[in-house]
C-alpha cells in the first residue's frame, strides 16, 4: 500500500475526467465523488474504479458529455434521462432537482434512467444535508446476487443511502448495499486465504459456503440476512425494492438486464430499459417541523444510542457515520493508501492521457 | 387451534371496537385492519391482539374518539396528531391524506405523532393499489431490539412495508420487521421447546444465544442481519431509519421513550414527543411514467423472478407477497386458527362488552 495525498488525487481523476472530455463542472463533481469514496474507506468505489469508467467510455458504453433531459414532471417528482453519462455525474444533477423540487413542494424525487455506475451512495443523499433536507438514493448495479432459494443471479449489491441532518451532533448517514456484504470484503478475505462466514455467498448450485471465491466460481452473494432462517427473503426484499425504483420506475435496465459495470462483460443482448437506473428523495425537514427542532432531536437520538450500554466485550455503539467520518479525518491527514494494482492502473491512465501520475513523496501524505 | 370465520371474527372485532366508542367507518377500518393480519398470516397482529387495545383503552392510553388534526403541511407532506387515537384508525387517516397529496403534487408523505400500535404495515402500504400508486409505511414500536455492539433494548421492530401495483401478476408487497425475526417465532420455538438459531437474539450481557426465552430474561432481538459479521449493523440502521423517520420528524417518541404496546408496562415518565409514530407515503406511478407501461415492466420484473433458477433442493422462487395472498385464500376458504387462549380472550371480551363471543360450527369455517 502506498499512501497519496486526497487533493492530488482528486485533481488527478478531475483532470483525467476532462481529459474524456467531461465539462469542468461535471468533472470536478465526478472527482470529489470518488475522492469521497477513497476518504470514506469505501476503497472499491474511489480511484480504483476510475480505468473502469475510461474503458466503458472506450467502448462508448459512457457518454462523457451527456445531453441529461428531464422527460417527465410534477411539482415533486421527475424523471431525468442520463443519456449514457457518468452515474457520478446524472446522479448529482438528479439530486440537485431533487432539492429544488423540495424547496417549493416539500419533497423532491427524481428516478433515473441511462445511467451508469454512480459510486457510492452516500455522496448523493449527503447533498441534502447543507440544505436542512433529509437525502435519499439509491441504484441498481450488476446481478451478483441471488434471490433467496435462487441461485440465479438476478439483482445487484443496490444500496440504499439517507441522510438525516443534526444539530451539534455530525449528520446522520446510513450508506449500505443490501447484501450481507460488499464485494470487496470477499476480496480481502482472499488475500489473505481465509473462509469467509456462512451467509455471505452461496456456491453455483445454491449451497451454503464458506469459500471466499465462491463468486468466481459461479455462485452469487447473498441478500443481507443470508438464509431464509437468518431473515435473508428480507434483505431479497430490500433489493428488489432498490431494482424497483431505480429502475421499472425510471425506465431504466432492471434484474438480468442491468447491463455490468466491467468492460470484458458484454451487456445483455435484450434491453428492457435504458442504461442502469437511480432514485433520489430530498425531504424538507421543515415540511414537517421546524429544521431547528428537529435536529435538536436528532441530536438527543444520537446521544442517547452513543451512550447505549456496550454488550459484553465491546467498547462503544457506534452511530450510522461514525466510522467513515472518523476515517476520512485520518486519511485527510495521513493520506489514502491505494494498492499497488490501483497505483499501476493509475500511471497507466496518466500515460495514456498525458498527466503523468507521479508517486513521489509530495504526491503523498502531507 | 379453533378455526373461525373470517367474516364472523371482522364483524366481532368491529362491533367491539363500536362498543369503545369508536365512530363506525374507523371501526369498520381498525376491524377489517385486524382481520387483514390473521388472513394474512400475521397472527400476532389479528384478533390476537385484541385486548391489548382494549385495556389500553381502559387505562386511558388510547383514545376511542381522537380529533386528528394536521397540524403543518405543503403540497406533498403533512403531519398529523393522531389525539392518541388507534393506529389502526390514525394510520389509514394518515394515508388518504397521503395519496390525496399525491393525485396533485406527484408523492404525499405524512408523518404521524400522538398515535399507538398500527397493526401491520403492509395494510396501510396496500391502501395505494388501487389508485395505481406505490404505498410505504413505517412505525416504530416498543424497544426490544439492541443496536449492534449494545444490550440496551433501544428499537423496536420498527417494520417497513412497500407496495407496488402490477399488471396481470398480484401486486408486489413486502411486509417486513428490520429485525431478524418477529418475536411471534421464538414464541413458537418455545412451544416446541426448540433453540432458536444464532443471531436472533442476545442474553442480557448481549452474548449470542439460541436460547428462545432469551427475551424473557432480559436479552433483546437483534437487528436483521444477527451480528456485524452477517451485517447486523445494516438492520440496526433500518430500524434507527423507522425510528427517526416516524418519530423524530413527526413528533412522537423515540427509541427507548416509545410507549409500551403492552398495558402492563408503565410508559416512561419522560416523554420526549407524543404518543409512537407512523410514516406513511404514497408514490403516483404516472408521476413518473405511464401506469400502464410501469405495471407491465412490473409483470415482466415478478414472471422473471418466480422463474429464476431454485437453488439445490428448493422448489420454486418467491415474490414478496406471495405466502401472505396464498394463506388468504386458504383462510379465507377454510377459517382462521386460533389459540385456545386467543379464543378465551375474545370469549372475556364479549362478556365485557355484552357481545357472545360464540364459538360453534356457523362461526367457523364455512
Chains 1, 2 share one sequence.
Not at 443519456?83 to 423532491?108: E, N, Q, S, W, Y
Not at 439517507?162 to 476480496?187: C, R, S, W, Y
Not at 452513543?306 to 476515517?327: F, K, M, T, Y
Not at 486519511?331 to 492502473?345: A, S, T
Request: glycine share 10%; net charge negative.
Amino acid at each position: 500500500m502506498i499512501l497519496f495525498d486526497s487533493e492530488y488525487l482528486k485533481e488527478f481523476t478531475s483532470k483525467l475526467f476532462r481529459c474524456m472530455g467531461c465539462p469542468e463542472e461535471q468533472a470536478r463533481i465526478a472527482a470529489d465523488c470518488l475522492n469521497q469514496a477513497d476518504l470514506r474507506g469505501v476503497d472499491s468505489h474511489g480511484v480504483a474504479r476510475l480505468s473502469g469508467y475510461v474503458r466503458l467510455w472506450e467502448l462508448k458504453r459512457l457518454n462523457a458529455t451527456p445531453d441529461m433531459k428531464i422527460v417527465h414532471e410534477t411539482p415533486s417528482t421527475a424523471v431525468l434521462d442520463g443519456d449514457l453519462g457518468l452515474g457520478l455525474v446524472t446522479a448529482p444533477h438528479a439530486m440537485r432537482i431533487a432539492i429544488d423540487k423540495a424547496r417549493i413542494a416539500g419533497t423532491g424525487w427524481v428516478a433515473v434512467q441511462n445511467s451508469n455506475h454512480y459510486g457510492i451512495a452516500g455522496y448523493h443523499a449527503m447533498m441534502a444535508l447543507e440544505h436542512d433536507m433529509i437525502g435519499i438514493s439509491m441504484t441498481n448495479a450488476s446481478p451478483l446476487v441471488a434471490p433467496t432459494f435462487s441461485k440465479s443471479r438476478y439483482l445487484g449489491t443496490n444500496p440504499i443511502a439517507v441522510a438525516f441532518p443534526a444539530f451539534n451532533q455530525p449528520p446522520f448517514v446510513i450508506d449500505m448495499a443490501t447484501t450481507t456484504v460488499a464485494n470487496g470484503k470477499l476480496e480481502v478475505l482472499q488475500r489473505k486465504g481465509m473462509d469467509a462466514p456462512l451467509g455471505w455467498t452461496q456456491d453455483k448450485d445454491g449451497n451454503p459456503t464458506t469459500d471466499a471465491y465462491s463468486l468466481k466460481k459461479g455462485g452469487s452473494m447473498l441478500p443481507l440476512g443470508g438464509d431464509r432462517d437468518h431473515g435473508g427473503h428480507k434483505g431479497y426484499c430490500l433489493g428488489a425494492m432498490v431494482d424497483i425504483f431505480s429502475a421499472v420506475l425510471s425506465g431504466a435496465n432492471y434484474g438480468p438486464w442491468v447491463p455490468p459495470f466491467v468492460s470484458f462483460l458484454e451487456p445483455p443482448s435484450t434491453q428492457v430499459g435504458k442504461g442502469i437506473g437511480h432514485f433520489l428523495g430530498a425531504i424538507r425537514v421543515d415540511a414537517f417541523r421546524p429544521a431547528k427542532e428537529f435536529k435538536e432531536n436528532m441530536d438527543i437520538w444520537i446521544n442517547t444510542f452513543r451512550n447505549a450500554e456496550p454488550a459484553l466485550g465491546q467498547e462503544r455503539v457506534l452511530i450510522p457515520g461514525d466510522p467513515e467520518r472518523e476515517l476520512t479525518i485520518e486519511r485527510q491527514k495521513n493520506g489514502i493508501p491505494l494498492h499497488e494494482q490501483v497505483v499501476e492502473d493509475l500511471k497507466e491512465l496518466g500515460r495514456k492521457f498525458r498527466l503523468n501520475f507521479e508517486v513521489n513523496p509530495e504526491n503523498q501524505s502531507k
